[in-house]
Structures are given as structure tokens and as C-alpha cells.
């Protein structure tokens, strides 16, 4: 079957843009996280979305945003990009709502911010 | 969640059982105990998980001890497609969803 899959891959966009990420979840998967993850901070959860609604949302700024579809697809949004928003963005979808359901992610879109 | 350590590096020869140490000495009783790993380049790939009891399944072992403050990941024949960062990581069942990440274990297997 059919894993996650991020789109785009490779990002280069330049301070003060905005950006929109997208994540098509495994089919059936109704949850999708996003995470971030850099070299010095590591993996750090941005949010995570079930059946259209944020249901947790990690210590991130207001300029990320995301949302989810009603066919479970889901976009982040990161406006008025800095030089520190350089990042893997990592997208995780699972059946349910419970974390035994074990999350699959995507391969990641590389952000770069110059 | 509870906070767990890992050893920041480790080798294994190839063909050899790698055994991944993780302390959890704060967890409670209804976390969970999850080991994700990334191979280069990749998103975290979910190996297995347990509360209590030794949990296996085709890719690992998890040995938990008695008092659940420490776990051990086993890759019972470890390959050099297991090069890869190895997490362990606490958790609800249930309820807060988010998984937090700690620095891994950056395993190293051997020719």
C-alpha cells in the first residue's frame, strides 16, 4: 500500500515568504502530526489533526499553522519565514486516536530559508 | 511524559544481536514504552512497543525490566541496513498524542 507521502520534497524559499506543505496520509488513516526536526533541536511535534480538527498542538509560534481536509490530507503553514525555520518538516499519519496505532511518517520536506 | 537516556552512540558487528539500552526511571504506570528509528534521510520508522511484558515482532525485541525504569531494544541479527538513529520514547495510550523525542542512540553496524 501506499505510504505517506510529502509533497514538495526539497523547499528553498527566502525570508519573509510563506510556505505550504502538503502530506497525503495512508488511505483509512483519519490522524496526521506534523513535526519538525533540526539539528540542534531534534524532533519537536508541531500539531496533530483528527477528522478536520486540531486535537494537540506543540510550543510552536503562530506562524505555523496547518490543517486537514475532509479526505484526511493535510497542509502546515509557515508564514513570514526566518533563517531558523530551516527544517526537515515530517508529516505522521495513524488510524486512530491512540498512539499504539503507531504513527507512519513521510520521507519529509527540507526547508530551506535563506 | 517521562524523560528517558540513551547512550548517544553504539557499534554492532554485522550478524550480531544489537541490544539498545534506554532508561525511563520516571515513567508511569500507564505510559507506554515505543522505540521509533530513522535511517538517513528517512522519517522515523516505528519498530515496537510494550507497557510490562517482553514484546517481540518481526523486526525487534523489547525487554522491559520488572520496575519499568529501563527497556532494552534487541535487533536479534543486525544487518548494515540497521545503521540508523533508534528512539525510545514514553507515552500515553491515550489522550496527549504527541510523541516527544529525545536524542536517540546512533547505532553503527559493522562489516
Known amino acids: 500500500k501506499a505510504g505517506v507521502t510529502q509533497t514538495p520534497r526539497y523547499l528553498i524559499k527566502t525570508r519573509g515568504q510563506q510556505v505550504t506543505l502538503s502530506c497525503s496520509p495512508i488511505?483509512?488513516?483519519?490522524?496526521v502530526s506534523w513535526y519538525q526536526q533540526t539539528p540542534g533541536q531534534g524532533l519537536q511535534f508541531l500539531f496533530e489533526?483528527?477528522?478536520?480538527?486540531?486535537?494537540n498542538k506543540g510550543n510552536f509560534p503562530g506562524r505555523f499553522s496547518g490543517r486537514q481536509f475532509s479526505n484526511s490530507r493535510s497542509e502546515m503553514n509557515v508564514s513570514t519565514l526566518e533563517l531558523g525555520d530551516s527544517a526537515l518538516y515530517l508529516c505522521?499519519?495513524?488510524?486512530?486516536?491512540?498512539?499504539?496505532?503507531?504513527?507512519?511518517f513521510g520521507s519529509g520536506t527540507r526547508l530551506t530559508v535563506v | 511524559d517521562a524523560k528517558t537516556t540513551q547512550p548517544p552512540s553504539m557499534d554492532c558487528a554485522e550478524g550480531r544481536a544489537a541490544n539498545l539500552p534506554c532508561n525511563h526511571s520516571?515513567?508511569?504506570?500507564?505510559?507506554?514504552v515505543y522505540w521509533y528509528r530513522q535511517i538517513h534521510s528517512q522519517g522515523p520508522q516505528y519498530i515496537i512497543h510494550?507497557?510490562?511484558n517482553n514484546e517481540t515482532n518481526e523486526m525487534a525485541s523489547l525487554i522491559i525490566t520488572e520496575d519499568r525504569k529501563s527497556s532494552t531494544l534487541i535487533l536479534p541479527h543486525a544487518t548494515l541496513r540497521d545503521t540508523a538513529v533508534y528512539y525510545c520514547?514514553?507515552?500515553?495510550?491515550?489522550?496527549?498524542?504527541?510523541?516527544?523525542f529525545g536524542s536517540g542512540t546512533r547505532l553503527q553496524v559493522q562489516p
Open positions: 520514547i514514553v507515552a500515553l495510550y491515550t489522550g496527549r498524542r504527541a510523541l516527544t
Open positions: 510494550g507497557l510490562k
Open positions: 489533526y483528527f477528522s478536520e480538527t486540531q486535537r
Open positions: 520516571t515513567i508511569s504506570g500507564n505510559e507506554y
Open positions: 488511505s483509512g488513516h483519519r490522524s
Open positions: 505522521a499519519s495513524s488510524l486512530g486516536t491512540v498512539v499504539s496505532d503507531g504513527y507512519t
